[in-house]
């Protein structure tokens, strides 16, 4: 929490503002990631001449080009890349083969979505930048190289970014985003700060930024989960951006009030991610800020995400950032509160018809399928994600369904094969034990249909013990009412990956209820502040 010994008049919350941009630390953990670099051969990029979200740099090499990739082709940023790449990567033909399909395919992606000529030639030129300086400056050209590269690839596939062991969901989101929709401002931005350790803004306002890559982001190569050194720095400056429009908020209650910067720095035993925020007062004081990390929801100074976007691309989309009413209501006119699973249903309609995706959805991860998918123990947290597609239901009984993007690891992501139902991702929207009553009534009525929900009802018995919602005895009844004599026949017909979420919140609930912390008191966030 915020170290008031030192300035107890600061209205910077630095506790907030960690809250609103973090997601569940155990979600970001090292632990979360696969163990091993991909490999050239399985380098992912997008097809769309295959009718796929993922496809294959590797094939897309030896595949002939479209009409739309042969124009494109011609332009004289691509020569002009095309030439400096194989300068510059002589000595590393697999790479270079990777880097010009991630070329084609952004050039192919680019023409799927009508993008206009003039963005496909700055993403060109912006990454051109990078391989035709000098080796000298703030970077090597070594890393200069592996950043042109990292932006090719994002700019082919923006939902292969990812946030790593860090605490940025929030700007990973906007940064896939920007990929997606304004990539040649995203590739900007990253060579802005590599060549000149600064980025200016739309509006004028200019960033110092330290380029050198920290930590994960020192690989050359991308770990599956892992932050790569142009996705830091995206998101540092981007963390910058929005931390100033709270320092402006800060200023307009008390003048006096210092500018807060984010940086990241080496990971430490005592701050395992590295981000770190100074607090730089008008006499020349530098003050490291100190919050506390413990599960937190979402709190209101998210609501300058969409005012970050904007900043960097110089538009203003309303209806991209969505929240339930009941966590962001009166938070910000550029976030819209959605009140009903139908509400959100109408607004990812529109989104689609207006071609708005993908939207950025507030959620918590103490609720499914999130939870699961982060192999939590606790409560879990605030979380950002992306909806890249929305597939409506056929008719009024039948369900629909999200695509979705998490910044944690693309294996977990939520696509064509394992859409999320509308209704769970609406719940998920919401802090876990606030979802308790509308989950019960999904499992009352189950029961009444004579179909029992054992899913939802262990869903409950996990949130009820991770929050301490019952008392001991009330406890056992509602345990021993789902663990009936059908429940572990249901558990045996799940896939095996179904099966093991389910003894997995067996265990947990086992670990809290059944192993000395079951009295029913205690617990933490039964509420959001």
Same mark, same amino acid.
């Given at each position: 929490?915020?170290?008031?010994?030192?300035?107890?008049?600061?209205?910077?919350?630095?506790?907030?503002?960690?809250?609103?941009?973090?997601?569940?630390?155990?979600?970001?953990?090292?632990?979360?990631?696969?163990?091993?670099?991909?490999?050239?051969?399985?380098?992912?990029?997008?097809?769309?001449?295959?009718?796929?979200?993922?496809?294959?740099?590797?094939?897309?090499?030896?595949?002939?080009?479209?009409?739309?990739?042969?124009?494109?082709?011609?332009?004289?940023?691509?020569?002009?890349?095309?030439?400096?790449?194989?300068?510059?990567?002589?000595?590393?033909?697999?790479?270079? /083969?990777?880097?010009? &399909?991630?070329?084609?395919?952004? +050039?192919? !992606?680019?023409?799927?979505?009508?993008? *206009?000529?003039?963005? =496909?030639?700055?993403?060109?030129?912006?990454v051109d930048r990078l391989l035709q300086t000098q080796d000298k400056?703030?970077?090597?050209?070594?890393?200069?190289?592996?950043?042109?590269?990292?932006?090719?690839?994002?700019?082919?596939?923006?939902?292969?970014?990812?946030?790593?062991?860090?605490?940025?969901?929030?700007?990973?989101?906007?940064?896939?985003?920007?990929?997606?929709?304004?990539?040649?401002?995203?590739?900007?931005?990253?060579?802005?700060?590599?060549?000149?350790?600064?980025?200016?803004?739309?509006?004028?306002?200019?960033?110092?930024?330290?380029?050198v890559p920290h930590d994960e982001s020192v690989w050359g190569n991308?770990?599956?989960?892992?932050?790569?050194?142009?996705?830091?720095?995206?998101?540092?400056?981007? /963390?910058?951006?929005? &931390?100033?429009?709270?320092?402006? +908020?800060? !200023?307009?209650?008390?003048?006096?009030? *210092?500018?807060?910067? =984010?940086?990241?720095?080496?990971?430490?035993?005592?701050?395992?991610?590295?981000?770190?925020?100074?607090?730089?007062?008008?006499?020349?004081?530098?003050?490291?800020?100190?919050?506390?990390?413990?599960?937190?929801?979402?709190?209101?100074?998210?609501?300058?995400?969409?005012?970050?976007?904007?900043?960097?691309?110089?538009?203003?989309?309303?209806?991209?950032?969505?929240?339930?009413?009941?966590?962001?209501?009166?938070?910000?006119?550029?976030?819209?509160?959605?009140?009903?699973?139908?509400?959100?249903?109408?607004?990812?309609?529109?989104?689609?018809?207006?071609?708005?995706?993908?939207?950025?959805?507030?959620?918590?991860?103490?609720?499914?399928?999130?939870?699961?998918?982060?192999?939590?123990?606790?409560?879990?947290?605030?979380?950002?994600?992306?909806?890249?597609?929305?597939?409506?239901?056929?008719?009024?009984?039948?369900?629909?369904?999200?695509? =979705?993007?998490?910044?944690?690891?693309?294996?977990?992501?939520?696509?064509?094969?394992?859409?999320?139902?509308?209704?769970?991702?609406?719940?998920?929207?919401?802090?876990?034990?606030?979802?308790?009553?509308?989950?019960?009534?999904?499992?009352?009525?189950?029961?009444?249909?004579?179909?029992?929900?054992?899913?939802?009802?262990?869903?409950?018995?996990?949130?009820?013990?991770?929050?301490?919602?019952?008392?001991?005895?009330?406890?056992?009844?509602?345990?021993?009412?789902?663990?009936?004599?059908?429940?572990?026949?249901?558990?045996?017909?799940?896939?095996?990956?179904?099966?093991?979420?389910?003894?997995?919140?067996?265990?947990?609930?086992?670990?809290?209820?059944?192993?000395?912390?079951?009295?029913?008191?205690?617990g933490s966030g039964g509420s959001t502040p």
């Open positions: 929490m915020l170290d008031k010994s030192t300035d107890s008049g600061l209205n910077f919350n630095a506790e907030q503002f960690a809250a609103s941009t973090k997601c569940s630390m155990e979600a970001c953990s090292l632990s979360g990631m696969q163990a091993s670099v991909r490999p050239r051969e399985n380098f992912t990029t997008l097809d769309f001449s295959q009718g796929d979200i993922y496809g294959d740099a590797q094939k897309a090499a030896a595949r002939p080009a479209t009409t739309d990739i042969a124009v494109g082709s011609k332009s004289a940023e691509y020569k002009s890349l095309s030439a400096d790449a194989e300068r510059k990567m002589a000595t590393d033909p697999d790479g270079l /083969a990777i880097f010009k &399909a991630n070329m084609e395919l952004f +050039a192919e !992606r680019a023409a799927a979505m009508q993008m *206009p000529p003039s963005e =496909v030639a700055t993403v060109y030129k912006n400056g703030l970077l090597s050209g070594a890393h200069r190289t592996i950043l042109a590269e990292q932006i090719m690839e994002y700019a082919a596939n923006p939902y292969g970014i990812n946030q790593g062991n860090h605490n940025t969901c929030t700007f990973n989101a906007l940064e896939v985003r920007a990929f997606d929709k304004d990539p040649g401002a995203a590739a900007s931005l990253i060579a802005d700060v590599a060549l000149n350790g600064a980025y200016t803004t739309k509006q004028g306002t200019t960033y110092r930024i330290n380029p991308i770990y599956e989960g892992s932050r790569s050194h142009a996705s830091e720095i995206f998101q540092v400056t981007a /963390a910058n951006i929005f &931390a100033d429009h709270q320092n402006r +908020a800060a !200023r307009e209650m008390d003048p006096n009030s *210092p500018t807060v910067r =984010v940086e990241q720095r080496r990971p430490s035993p005592t701050n395992f991610t590295g981000e770190t925020y100074v607090a730089y007062h008008p006499h020349g004081r530098a003050e490291v800020l100190q919050y506390s990390t413990p599960y937190q929801v979402i709190s209101g100074n998210t609501r300058w995400l969409p005012e970050t976007l904007t900043a960097i691309t110089g538009k203003s989309e309303p209806g991209t950032f969505i929240a339930r009413d009941t966590v962001m209501s009166s938070q910000s006119p550029n976030i819209h509160g959605v009140a009903s699973a139908v509400d959100l249903q109408d607004m990812l309609v529109k989104a689609k018809e207006e071609n708005k995706f993908p939207i950025t959805v507030f959620l918590y991860t103490g609720n499914e399928p999130f939870w699961s998918d982060s192999n939590a123990l606790d409560e879990g947290g605030g979380h950002v994600v992306n909806i890249t597609d929305f597939k409506p239901g056929n008719g009024p009984d039948s369900k629909s369904y999200a695509l =979705v993007d998490n910044s944690w690891y693309n294996a977990i992501d939520h696509g064509q094969d394992n859409p999320i139902e509308l209704n769970t991702l609406y719940n998920a929207m919401e802090h876990p034990d606030k979802s308790v009553p509308s989950l019960q009534e999904q499992a009352a009525r189950a029961r009444s249909d004579g179909s029992p929900d054992y899913g939802t009802e262990l869903d409950i018995l996990r949130i009820q013990s991770l929050y301490h919602m019952t008392s001991s005895d009330q406890f056992i009844n509602d345990f021993n009412h789902t663990l009936d004599d059908n429940f572990f026949k249901w558990i045996n017909q799940l896939p095996p990956k179904e099966q093991v979420q389910a003894y997995h919140k067996l265990q947990v609930i086992q670990d809290i209820r059944f192993a000395g912390g079951g009295d029913g008191s205690g």
